[in-house]
């Protein structure tokens, strides 16, 4: 039989492990921001307004999501 103190310890492993999965997440979701940033604005399809816009919503959903993931693990 599995003790409360090893269940314990394996959920806070898991917590762990799933608080790194999100970072890495985090990371290439950053990662793919910025390529996508360099590819749209680079060209100048969009005036600096435009761009400081889309940039403030793509945060502001980056956020929102990662709110919604800690939420759910915890």
């Given amino acids: 039989m599995t003790s409360a103190c090893e269940i314990i310890h394996d959920i806070k492993n898991k ?3 799933l ?3 999100i970072d890495l997440l985090k990371k290439e979701y950053e990662k793919a921001f910025e390529r996508g ?3 749209g604005f680079m ?5 600096e307004h435009d761009r400081i816009e889309h940039n ?3 945060r502001e959903e980056m956020a929102y999501e990662d709110r919604l993931m800690r ?3 915890i």
Wanted: charged residues 50%.
């Fill in 37 to 39: 940033y360099a590819e």
């Fill in 43 to 47: 060209d100048g399809r969009k005036d």
């Fill in 56 to 58: 403030k919503k793509l």
């Fill in 19 to 21: 608080e790194e999965t």
């Fill in 71 to 73: 939420n759910n693990l």
């Fill in 15 to 17: 917590y762990h492990e």
